[in-house]
């Protein structure tokens, strides 16, 4: 078994539901086993294109995956909560994003690990900093690297929001876990 850390955001929509939904949705997909669920931040968007604001939130994960196969269970759950392609950067139902991967570097056309703009968001790394703030990437932990983005780049805001997740303790359920 292997640890990963995936990112989620979304600002279409009913955004808390598409976050439950999506913790739901990965937590019965096979092969994925849910440890640990971040804060939820809103952010603005990233990218520069006109639109609402994103809820993110970071997981930590156990899966006897590959990478790919990981990134394909995920696209496989945006494809189930309705993500229509868009312009990069743009609106979406759901985004899943493999942000690292315990013991893999590796660059494919498909998928890069670590994700190669991980410490230049703070809407990646606030809530990475809550599940796995001692995980080392580009030669720091991810704590360090958001300490350093906050004083580096204060414009980026990155706000812990209080949602309560109705859903989430049923998303979460210990007998829904699959090894």
């Known amino acids: 078994m292997t640890e990963a850390c995936l990112g989620l955001g979304t600002n279409l929509g009913d955004r808390e539901a598409q976050l439950c939904n999506a913790l739901a949705a990965l937590n019965a997909t096979p092969g994925i086993r849910i440890l ?31 990478p790919l ?3 394909a269970a995920c696209k496989a759950v945006e494809q189930h909560a309705g993500r229509q392609p868009r312009e990069r950067w743009g609106p979406r139902e759901i985004d899943i994003d ?26 990646v790394l606030e809530p ?9 990437t580009g030669g720091q932990t991810v704590s360090a690297h ?13 706000v812990a929001q209080e949602i309560a ?13 699959r090894p």
């Not at 990475?128 to 080392?136: K, R, Y």
């Not at 958001?146 to 990155?158: E, F, G, S, V």
């Open 36 to 66: 640990a669920v971040s804060r939820v931040f809103r952010t603005a968007p990233w990218g520069g294109i006109a639109q609402p604001d994103f809820l993110n939130l970071c997981v930590r994960i156990e899966t006897p995956l590959a």
């Open 146 to 158: 958001a300490a350093a983005l906050r004083t580096a780049d204060p414009a980026q805001a990155c």
């Open 98 to 123: 493999i942000l690292l991967m315990d013991g893999a570097e590796m660059t494919t056309p498909e998928l890069t690990l670590p994700h190669p703009r991980l410490t230049e968001r703070r809407f």
């Open 69 to 71: 196969d990981l990134l």
């Open 165 to 177: 997740f109705d859903g989430l303790i049923q998303a979460l359920n210990p007998s829904r876990n």
């Open 128 to 136: 990475l900093a809550d599940i796995a703030p001692d995980w080392v």
